[in-house]
């Protein structure tokens, strides 16, 4: 049975841990409320960005455009996959989910050549040593996430797809959906889903586009992938800081059950030492 300078001493680690974890929550929670404001903010942008194309999109034609065109290989031929993840940890499942839902689509796509886009350390440290190709590497990202770090890795994967070194790159990201609650996505980037045109923007008032409506498409869908990226960008911050704070508040919460069970463990302890020590007064004392 331990001591109980030893049961004290552990008593005061796990205390000392239960602080830690309990600071680490509430600055995830800061962070939390702050990147899921720049989440709702990015939509309102999306959504009007898509309306604005699709208006081009009914004066042009899209099947010219590089990042539409569906390759006969899009489902069988080389693929690249981004996987956002995070730099640090301390935060629950979320990038072991990531890592297995690449590893499942790899097994899935087994007869397909696949390289890897990775963002955050975490992916790098578990994917960068299995031996598949890496094309880019972007680690510590900045705390704000602009259309800088989209434009970042948007690049090379437009590149590789317009080049054709890729028949198809796809998304791998934790979607933010709520505080105890991320949704793991792997979605489709390029090629890009043709815009789909209504009669909102096929009717009504007629604009006049300068330069001309092609070479404003041209000018805009590149933007729209980038805007998609950063999405998902913000998207897996959000649920990084979502999925740190429930893990934190979980770590402190069991910090509190274990001080409670080593302090029952102690107080059995002392009692039965006080009560040996009595024993021995009363047996010296019966000696005597």
Do not use: W
């Amino acid at each position: 049975m331990p001591s109980l300078i030893d049961m004290r001493r552990r008593i005061r680690a796990v205390k000392n841990t239960q602080q830690i974890t309990k600071a680490m929550k509430m600055v995830a929670a800061s962070k939390l409320r702050r990147a899921q404001e720049r989440v709702v903010a990015t939509r309102p942008f999306a959504i009007q960005a898509r309306h604005v194309l699709a208006s081009i999109a009914a004066r042009v034609d899209q099947t010219q455009h590089p990042l539409l065109i569906q390759r006969p290989g899009m489902k069988t031929g080389k693929t690249m996959l981004i996987v956002l993840s995070s730099d640090r940890g301390l935060c629950g499942s979320f990038n072991t989910n990531i890592v297995k839902a690449v590893g499942v689509f790899l097994r899935e796509n087994a007869g397909r050549e696949a390289s890897l886009g990775l963002v955050g350390k975490k992916g790098r440290e578990a994917l960068g040593r299995r031996g598949f190709p890496i094309r880019f590497e972007y680690t510590a990202l900045p705390k704000v996430i602009s259309f800088n770090e989209a434009e970042a890795v948007a690049k090379p994967a437009m590149d590789d797809f317009i080049e054709g070194k890729v028949d198809s790159v796809h998304l791998v990201y934790n979607e933010f959906k709520s505080v105890i609650a991320q949704k793991l996505v792997i979605e489709q980037l390029l090629p890009m889903q043709p815009i789909e045109v209504g009669a909102a923007e096929t009717g009504g008032i007629d604009y006049l586009y300068e330069p001309s409506p092609q070479r404003i498409f041209d000018e805009l869908l590149p933007r729209l992938v980038e805007a998609q990226i950063l999405r998902a960008l913000l998207e897996s911050a959000a649920a990084e800081h979502a999925a740190r704070m429930t893990a934190m508040d979980a770590a402190t919460r069991n910090s509190a059950d274990m001080i409670e069970g080593l302090t029952l463990t102690m107080n059995k302890v002392r009692q039965a030492a006080i009560t040996r020590e009595i024993i021995e007064v009363v047996s010296g004392a019966q000696a005597q």
